[in-house]
Every structure is written in C-alpha cells, then in structure tokens.
C-alpha cells in the first residue's frame, strides 16, 4: 500500500506517541515497583506482560494504520518515541511519583497513628497490671504442669503395678 508524505507523517507521530505511551507506562510500572517491593520473579512477570501487551499495541497500529506493512520509519518512531521519553520526562514522572508515594506512605502512618492512639494510651495505663496478671498466671501454668506431670507419673506407676499384678495372674 502506498502512503501519501501527509499519512506516513502521520503514522510516524503516531508510533512516536506509542512509543512514548509505552515510556509512560512502563514508568507506571516501575512507580508500582518502587511503591510495592516484591521478588526478581514477580518484576519479571510484570515485565513479560508489559512487553506482551506493547507487541499487542504495535501490533493493533500496525494493522490499523498501515495494513500490516511493517517500515522503518515506524520502528524509528516507536523506540524514538521511547527514548525521547525515557531521556525529557521520564525523571520527572518518576521524582514526582516519588514523592507522592511518600506524602501517601506518611499520610497513612499519621492515620495508623491516630487510630491506634487510644489503644496505646489504653496500654500505657494497663501494661504494669498486665504485666502483674502475666507473671502471676506463669507461676500458676508452672505450678499446674508441675502437679500435672506428678499426676501423670502417679498414673503410669499404678499402671506398671496392675500391669504386673494381672501378668501374675
């Protein structure tokens, strides 16, 4: 198929659009990685369906806007697009979402904080009690599997004494 001048210009910003999109998400991704820590396994995963879904969108451009005509230039436009993104924005997406999660992660701790406020007063107050209570119920457990055990002693005996009496018998 031929293309005019005017529609490979076309396609060929549109595939720099796509290839920067795809910067953006990709940023998207590493935003969530840095947000939520989790295992080489797991990155990698996320990677393989980021790039599963970028050869799907390729893919879809490719079919829709030039019938699956394959060229240079849109190539050139994709990984231009990429790369324009990755060097011009990309550390300023990744500055500012750094420093939303950490607004986010501090707001969530002052929560935390002020739900939990009551329970650690409450805590406060009782903690020397408790702790009596505590100390006061461990001798009791020791002492209880002590008369436990001298049960369990008393009871094995006289098992081994009828034992013998009805081998006698």
């Known amino acids: 198929m031929i293309l005019s001048l005017h529609a490979q210009a076309q396609l060929f910003l549109l595939t720099v659009l796509l290839g ?3 910067g953006l998400f990709y940023d998207g991704l590493r935003v969530f990685r840095h947000a939520l820590r989790h295992n080489a396994f797991w990155v990698q995963a996320e990677d393989g369906l980021f790039w599963l879904l ?3 969108l390729v893919f879809c451009v490719m079919l829709h806007a030039n019938a ?5 230039f849109t190539i050139l436009g994709l990984f231009g697009g ?3 993104y990755f060097l011009t924005l990309s550390r300023m997406v990744l ?17 935390g904080r002020i739900v939990t406020m009551p329970f650690r007063l409450l805590w406060l107050v009782f903690r020397r009690p408790a702790r009596k ?5 461990e001798k009791q457990r020791k002492k209880l599997l002590q008369s ?22």
């Open 20 to 22: 920067g999109g795809m």
């Open 54 to 56: 970028a050869v799907f």
């Open 68 to 72: 699956g005509e394959i060229r240079f």
């Open 82 to 84: 990429m790369g324009l």
């Open 95 to 111: 500055a500012v979402s750094d420093k939303i999660i950490s607004a986010v992660k501090y707001m969530l701790g002052l929560f």
């Open 133 to 137: 209570i505590g100390g006061f119920c």
């Open 148 to 169: 436990v055990k001298l049960c369990v002693k008393i009871i094995i005996h006289r098992l081994h004494i009828n034992r013998r009496m009805l081998r006698k018998k």
